[in-house]
């Protein structure tokens, strides 16, 4: 296998043990921490993919709104009660606002969070080249190793068989020390990698929460300025009608309603 420094793949690969020349622990050390490592990498992934389907979702609600306002305002409706016609104006005004706001929301969630997990995943990508080329000394050792052990095996003992011989084993110990580097600095890279990940992660999720906050703080506060809404004590504000009253409206106005020709049943 040919290792390509510059070809960025996701890291798939588990990596394949080397034994006799490194322990049953140390291939099974390496090869716990790879398989956490493509845990997480996923994961980043799909994290990532849901960031980009939350924004485009609120971005797509926050159109709709603003369709809906609008066909609202021009519908005619309005021309019936000046007051009526103010509500809708100050509706559509409320969700044209809030559509600032989505903007600014889309922006802080590429750059706080979609971005930097970007950054994150392209290192996974260094760290599959990385096993990719370890895999590539794994296959060089075995075939000297291999080699050796052949020539080992035969009987023959002619000045040009050990001479091949010392140059193989020569060539299979410079390959084996190479390997337990690689192998070694793995052991030590790849967790303290794993560790960090969170200490990582963590200020874009913060700021994802911050963002949302003030998102549907914003928000929340435009509405409550255009409607008022229950105090925090669960009863209705001073500005509001009481729900009783309310819900006799209600019901007045849907028997009006039921009581047109166009809605009668034929």
Not at 69 to 80: D, I, V
Not at 188 to 208: N, Q
Not at 218 to 233: D, E, G, H, I, Y
Request: positive net charge; aromatic residues 6%; proline residues 4%.
């Amino acid at each position: 296998m040919t290792w390509n420094p510059l070809k960025r793949n996701h890291l798939t690969q588990r990596p394949t043990p080397a034994q006799p020349l490194l322990s049953h622990t140390e291939d099974r050390d390496l090869d716990v921490a790879v398989q956490r490592l493509i845990y997480v990498e996923d994961t980043i992934r799909k994290l990532t993919k849901e960031m980009k389907k939350y924004v485009e979702a609120v971005v797509n609600l926050d159109r709709a709104d603003q369709r809906l306002t609008l066909n609202l305002t021009t519908c005619g409706l309005g021309h019936l009660s000046d007051e009526f016609r103010r509500v809708l104006e100050d509706y559509h005004s409320v969700t044209t606002q809030v559509g600032k706001t989505v903007q600014d929301l889309a922006v802080l969630c590429q750059k706080t969070f979609i971005e930097p997990l970007k950054k994150l995943r392209d290192e996974f990508a260094l760290i599959a080249a990385a096993i990719a080329k370890r895999e590539e000394l794994v296959n060089n050792w075995k075939y000297l190793y291999n080699r050796v052990k052949k020539l080992q095996e035969k009987k023959d003992r002619t000045a040009s068989h050990i001479a091949k011989l010392e140059r193989e084993r020569r060539a299979e110990e410079i390959a084996a020390k190479e390997l337990k580097i690689v192998h070694a600095q793995l052991l030590i890279e790849l967790p303290s990698f794993l560790d960090k990940r969170l200490e990582y992660i963590k200020p874009s999720v913060h700021a994802l929460i911050m963002i949302q906050l003030d998102y549907y703080g914003s928000t929340t506060k435009l509405f409550t300025q255009l409607m008022p809404v229950p105090n925090a004590s669960g009863s209705p504000s001073s500005a509001m009608i009481p729900e009783e009253e309310y819900q006799q409206l209600i019901a007045i106005q849907m028997n009006r309603i039921r009581a047109l020709t166009i809605v009668k049943n034929s």
